[in-house]
């Protein structure tokens, strides 16, 4: 990765994929985000979710109980 050296960010590939994970799932649910992922039990796309701090506040703003 010749620019994370250049520019001194710290950025592997995989974390595209994370980013993909996180912002489908705020518009698909974990099943269709399983598929799009090719992964083949829901347990892996999981983990990629609990990377994500906001997201359950997140769930909880998107429910309407955002008191």
Do not use: C
């Not at 995989?14 to 347990?43: C, N, P, W």
């Not at 892996?44 to 506040?57: C, F, I, M, N, S």
């Amino acid at each position: 990765m010749k620019y994370t050296k250049k520019t001194g960010i710290k950025f592997a590939p995989h974390d595209m994929r994370r980013t993909f994970a996180g912002l489908m799932f705020e518009k698909v649910d974990i099943y269709q985000l399983k598929e799009a992922l090719r992964h083949t039990d829901v347990s892996t796309t999981e983990k990629y979710l609990q990377t994500r701090p906001d997201g359950a506040a997140q769930a909880v703003r998107d429910a309407g109980l955002d008191f």
